[in-house]
């Protein structure tokens, strides 16, 4: 069916607009701290101000995926992002303007999970990762979009005029999913019926769940690591100019949107499965962040490729992330559990860019940073890789 190539354009379309504002706030971090007079930390908070209300709303509108159309659950959290973006341009200041974000975070909440089940519904699972990886780049793709223009409208007009147009990107996302989406005329499972607390909490201890939430976890924290700080770090370590760093995190987040395809592409044909993708993502960032605290990562030229080498593996393990945690659902859970998944992140999500702000403003130097992410996705590795091992292993004799 052709019908589902513009259901992945949609949906792919509709992420990108949603995350559009949220995913330019790095870029303009010079400017928000200078016209705010914000901290490093202070500038984190603003990102995870846009992440706490999804911390419930992942599994919120998970449940409403389950039982109502996407159509009208993605379409409406869009609205919301763009209604409160508009009323964001006459935020009198910082406080007011991190209440807008959370008002932005809940509408934002549908985004991820509503395309990734449109996309699942539309797919069969010889496609499913190539198609999750190419819908899985448009909060990349939207990122940088938004890195290369946020800067320049909000240098030109103010940061005020950037919230308007953050909202027009939203709205035009929210009017193009409602009006080209339709449902699959077969889905492949039934909406789901109400799910039980001890369900949830069930679910949460299967294996394939606690791999999920370690591998997500870590790597999440280093996608806010790239968005907040790649800026910074490459204007203060390496005296690169802000137009020339905002250009290096436009490159980065466009690394990103071809390793969320390439890496889904390659997890439909690996042998291997889907999860040898992530792992794959997570070896490379900690190469990556290891690299960044030699004296290499304080040379423009070797920061500028370690930081598209991050973009390119610190994003692009989403699509096959995405993928398995469909395709790991029970039946008529998708919803739920993409939401469930999703949730879980947002605990890092939301804690990791004031933390690891604070961690730069009380060091005074970015290599805890670094070193913090690469421990951090270290132990998850080694701890999935061995739980991966033994899932093998147990298949392998089965089998037998």
């Given at each position: 069916?052709?019908?589902?190539?513009?259901?992945?354009?949609?949906?792919?379309?509709?992420q990108?607009?949603?995350?559009?504002?949220?995913?330019?706030i790095?870029?303009?971090?010079?400017?928000?701290?200078?016209?705010?007079?914000?901290?490093?930390?202070?500038?984190?908070l603003?990102?995870?101000?846009?992440?706490f209300?999804?911390?419930?709303?992942?599994?919120?509108?998970g449940e409403?995926?389950?039982?109502?159309?996407e159509?009208?659950?993605?379409?409406?959290?869009?609205c919301?992002?763009?209604?409160?973006l508009?009323?964001?341009s006459?935020?009198?200041?910082?406080?007011?303007l991190?209440g807008?974000?959370?008002?932005?975070?809940?509408?934002?909440?549908?985004?991820?999970?509503?395309?990734?089940?449109?996309?699942?519904s539309?797919f069969?699972?010889?496609?499913?990762?190539?198609?999750?990886?190419?819908?899985?780049a448009?909060?990349?793709?939207?990122?940088?979009?938004a890195?290369?223009?946020?800067?320049?409208?909000?240098?030109?007009?103010?940061?005020?005029?950037?919230?308007v147009?953050?909202?027009?990107?939203?709205?035009?996302?929210?009017?193009?999913?409602?009006?080209?989406?339709?449902?699959?005329?077969?889905?492949?499972?039934?909406?789901?019926?109400?799910v039980?607390?001890?369900?949830?909490?069930?679910?949460?201890?299967?294996?394939?769940?606690?791999?999920?939430?370690?591998?997500?976890?870590?790597l999440?924290?280093?996608?806010?690591?790239?968005?907040?700080?790649?800026?910074?770090?490459?204007?203060?370590?390496?005296?690169?100019?802000?137009?020339?760093?905002?250009?290096?995190?436009?490159?980065?987040?466009?690394?990103?949107?071809?390793?969320?395809?390439?890496m889904?592409?390659?997890?439909?044909?690996?042998?291997?499965?889907?999860?040898?993708?992530?792992?794959?993502?997570?070896?490379?960032?900690?190469?990556?962040?290891?690299?960044?605290?030699?004296?290499l990562?304080?040379?423009a030229p070797?920061?500028?490729?370690?930081?598209?080498?991050?973009?390119?593996?610190?994003?692009?393990?989403?699509g096959?992330?995405?993928?398995?945690?469909?395709?790991?659902a029970?039946?008529?859970?998708?919803?739920?559990?993409l939401?469930?998944?999703?949730?879980?992140?947002q605990?890092?999500?939301?804690?990791?860019?004031?933390?690891?702000?604070?961690?730069?403003?009380?060091?005074?130097?970015?290599?805890?940073?670094?070193?913090?992410?690469?421990?951090m996705?270290?132990?998850?590795?080694a701890?999935?890789?061995?739980?991966?091992r033994?899932?093998?292993?147990?298949?392998?004799?089965?089998?037998?």
């Amino acid at each position: 069916m052709t019908y589902r190539w513009v259901v992945l354009g949609i949906a792919t379309f509709a992420q990108a607009a949603s995350s559009f504002f949220v995913q330019g706030i790095g870029a303009m971090g010079i400017g928000l701290q200078r016209d705010l007079d914000l901290s490093t930390a202070e500038l984190g908070l603003l990102l995870s101000a846009a992440q706490f209300v999804p911390l419930v709303g992942l599994v919120v509108a998970g449940e409403l995926l389950d039982r109502y159309s996407e159509r009208w659950v993605v379409g409406a959290g869009a609205c919301v992002v763009a209604a409160a973006l508009g009323a964001g341009s006459l935020a009198p200041g910082y406080a007011a303007l991190l209440g807008v974000l959370l008002v932005v975070g809940a509408g934002y909440s549908t985004a991820q999970p509503g395309g990734s089940k449109a996309v699942a519904s539309w797919f069969d699972a010889s496609q499913r990762g190539l198609a999750m990886g190419l819908r899985q780049a448009g909060l990349p793709l939207g990122g940088a979009l938004a890195a290369a223009v946020m800067p320049l409208i909000a240098d030109a007009y103010g940061w005020r005029t950037s919230l308007v147009a953050g909202g027009l990107v939203a709205l035009t996302g929210a009017v193009v999913f409602m009006g080209f989406y339709r449902a699959p005329p077969m889905p492949d499972v039934p909406r789901g019926e109400r799910v039980s607390f001890g369900a949830r909490v069930r679910m949460l201890r299967e294996p394939s769940m606690v791999k999920i939430m370690l591998s997500g976890t870590s790597l999440i924290s280093v996608q806010s690591g790239i968005l907040v700080l790649t800026v910074l770090y490459l204007h203060d370590v390496t005296a690169l100019g802000a137009g020339a760093a905002a250009l290096v995190l436009v490159a980065a987040q466009g690394a990103g949107v071809a390793g969320r395809i390439c890496m889904a592409a390659w997890s439909d044909r690996g042998g291997s499965g889907r999860y040898a993708s992530v792992m794959i993502c997570m070896v490379a960032v900690v190469a990556g962040m290891a690299a960044l605290v030699t004296p290499l990562g304080r040379t423009a030229p070797a920061a500028c490729l370690l930081f598209v080498w991050l973009g390119f593996f610190g994003y692009g393990w989403y699509g096959p992330w995405v993928a398995y945690v469909a395709e790991s659902a029970p039946p008529g859970k998708t919803g739920f559990a993409l939401g469930l998944a999703m949730s879980v992140n947002q605990i890092a999500i939301i804690l990791s860019p004031p933390l690891l702000g604070l961690l730069r403003d009380t060091t005074g130097s970015f290599v805890p940073v670094w070193g913090v992410l690469a421990g951090m996705t270290g132990v998850a590795l080694a701890v999935t890789a061995r739980a991966e091992r033994r899932l093998t292993t147990s298949a392998v004799t089965r089998a037998r």
